[in-house]
T-cell receptor, first 110, second 114 residues
Framework: EDKVVQSPLSLVVHEGDTVTLNCSYE??????LLWYKQEKKAPTFLFML????IEKKSGRLSSILDKKELFSILNITATQTGDSAVYLC??????????FGSGTQLTVLP | ETGVTQTPRHLVMGMTNKKSLKCEQH?????MYWYKQSAKKPLELMFV???????ENNSVPSRFSPECPNSSHLFLHLHTLQPEDSALYLC?????????????FGPGTRLLVL
């Protein structure tokens, strides 16, 4: 059975801090790993990672995949209160199924 | 209108009611999905429709019945639900690619079963 585990489950930081969110996966016929941000509504897409060791960046967010060790990290630098959300990691494998982790609840205090 | 839309956004129903959730995607995608999100649990895939083929999570009860009349529309028919079915129901769509797919989500339907 496919499994995705995220850590930490929750994190509280102050504005300006840098955070690292972790995601480990066991996905049959792995094809890609996706990161989503979910506020009080549906998840919004952040990154899709398919190649190991290549960092993807979007503003203050960046992510990298290690296919050998089966994990990914999401970094957020200079955090802002608007970054407060649940960050979801999902592994894409066979049969077009996404297996989601439980998410990391990030709270950024002013 | 662009993206993935869902109606209704909120629904309250009794256990004996029959209702349907609707999802529509305007992205030209060829696969659509239903997910259930309960409080403090990971997103749970319920059904996948891809190129007219249906894949389902065998743990989904038969009181949930999907329908996909074409690649742009997806329904979830609900009947004799239980209070534990109260959750956020999310629709998503994607386009098949060899290197993996990005699923784009609709805003969800918040369902409360009394």
């Amino acid at each position: 059975e496919d499994k995705v585990v995220q850590s930490p489950l929750s994190l509280v930081v102050h504005e300006g801090d840098t955070v690292t969110l972790n995601c480990s996966y066991e996905v049959t016929n792995f094809r890609s790993l996706l990161w989503y941000k979910q506020e009080k509504k549906a998840p919004t897409f952040l990154f899709m990672l398919t190649s190991s060791g290549i960092e993807k960046k979007s503003g203050r967010l960046s992510s990298i995949l290690d296919k050998k060790e089966l994990f990914s990290i999401l970094n957020i630098t200079a955090t802002q209160t608007g970054d407060s959300a649940v960050y979801l990691c999902a592994g894409s494998g066979s049969a077009r199924q996404l297996t989601f982790g439980s998410g990391t609840q990030l709270t950024v205090l002013p | 209108e662009t993206g993935v839309t869902q109606t209704p956004r909120h629904l309250v129903m009794g256990m004996t009611n029959k209702k349907s959730l609707k999802c529509e995607q305007h992205l030209g995608h060829n696969a659509m999905y239903w997910y259930k999100q309960s409080a403090k649990k990971p997103l749970e895939l319920m059904f996948v429709y891809s190129l007219e083929e249906r894949v389902e999570n065998n743990s989904v009860p038969s009181r949930f019945s999907p329908e996909c009349p074409n690649s742009s529309h997806l329904f979830l028919h609900l009947h004799t639900l239980q209070p534990e079915d109260s959750a956020l129901y999310l629709c998503a769509s994607s386009f098949t690619q060899g290197s993996g797919e990005t699923q784009y989500f609709g805003p969800g339907t918040r369902l409360l079963v009394l």
